[in-house]
């Protein structure tokens, strides 16, 4: 079988994940997929399997800067 080797210097940034935190129950989490600047997100802290996520939809904005 051939074989590579690849290092750090190989890879690249394919996705961002944003760090969100709900503004109701302080849970805190990584969001992927929602990085498009200028826009506004709405987020739902139930929506990802947890038992402690109190369901409560909020928007999130996000910008670059």
């Not at 190989?10 to 929602?34: A, F, S």
């Not at 498009?36 to 670059?64: L, P, R, V």
Request: charge should be negative; hydrophobic fraction near 25%.
């Amino acid at each position: 079988m051939k074989e590579i080797y690849r290092t750090y210097n190989d890879t690249e940034v394919v996705e961002l994940g944003v760090r969100v935190e709900c503004p109701h129950c302080g849970r805190e989490w990584i969001e992927d997929g929602l990085t498009e600047c200028g826009q506004t997100y709405t987020i739902n802290c139930g929506n990802h399997g947890w038992d402690d996520g109190c369901s409560k939809d909020f928007k999130m904005y996000f910008d670059a800067n």
